[in-house]
């Protein structure tokens, strides 16, 4: 079985100040890798997946996350951080393939950004 | 039209009541997912469905029956529901055979009871 591990339950970070949020996984064989993004009320939104290749992936709203393998990490960064960031943020995993597996999600991080 | 809809956005039952959630999905998918989202715990995988099959149960209370007549249409049926079945149900969907797999979501029923 898969899991997921989101260490901290909440970020603070200054507008303009560069920000990370961890994300550590468990999965049998290779994993497709996920964040999504929800807002207050809302669903979850897609922000970006790693399937295979640059370790770097690059998503929506400046958002990157870096793959690691070695330290089975996927974080989630982004350069410079607007206010409009402050959000439910979770990774997610699933085992390589193209099955119909659900994803099974991290508890989620709560990214607060001060203006 | 959005991508993933679901309905009713905001129920309130009491625990006697039968109720519907209903999920439709605009983007030519063929696999659909009902997750339970509660405060403070993860998200968890309810119901899965493939090709109008379901694949997945997992270890969902009985008091919840999912029904897809088609691969674009998912419902979660409710009956003589307990207070702490009190959730952000969410409806996705996936390209089963696509690279990856994402799900797309819906934005969510919040359910209540009462």
């Known amino acids: 079985a898969q899991s997921v591990a989101q260490p901290e339950d909440q970020v603070n970070v200054a507008e303009g100040n560069p920000l990370t949020v961890k994300c550590t996984y468990s999965?049998?064989?290779?994993?497709?890798l996920f964040w999504y993004v929800q807002y207050p009320n809302r669903g979850l939104q897609f922000l970006l997946k790693?399937?295979?290749?640059?370790?770097l992936v690059k998503g929506s709203y400046g958002f990157e996350a870096e793959f690691n393998k070695s330290q089975t990490s996927f974080h989630l960064k982004k350069p410079s951080a607007l206010v409009s960031d402050s959000a439910l943020y979770f990774c997610?995993?699933?085992?390589?393939?193209?099955?119909?597996?659900?994803?099974?999600f991290g508890k989620g991080t709560h990214l607060i950004i001060q203006p | 039209e959005t991508g993933v809809t679901q309905t009713p956005r905001h129920l309130v039952m009491g625990m006697t009541n039968k109720k519907s959630l209903k999920c439709e999905q605009h983007?030519?998918?063929?696999?659909m997912y009902w997750y339970k989202q509660s405060a403070k715990k993860p998200l968890e995988l309810m119901f899965v469905?493939?090709?109008?099959?379901?694949?997945e149960n997992n270890s969902v209370p009985s008091r919840f029956s999912p029904e897809c007549p088609n691969s674009s249409h998912l419902f979660l049926h409710l009956h003589t529901l307990q207070p702490e079945d009190s959730a952000l149900y969410l409806c996705?969907?996936?390209?089963?055979?696509?690279?990856?797999?994402?799900?797309?979501f819906g934005e969510g029923s919040r359910l209540t009871v009462l």
């Open positions: 790693y399937i295979t290749g640059d370790n």
């Open positions: 469905y493939n090709f109008k099959e379901q694949t």
């Open positions: 999965v049998s064989g290779n994993p497709y």
């Open positions: 996705a969907s996936s390209q089963v055979g696509g690279v990856a797999g994402e799900l797309f």
């Open positions: 997610a995993v699933r085992p390589s393939g193209g099955g119909a597996d659900g994803l099974t």
């Open positions: 983007l030519g998918h063929n696999a």
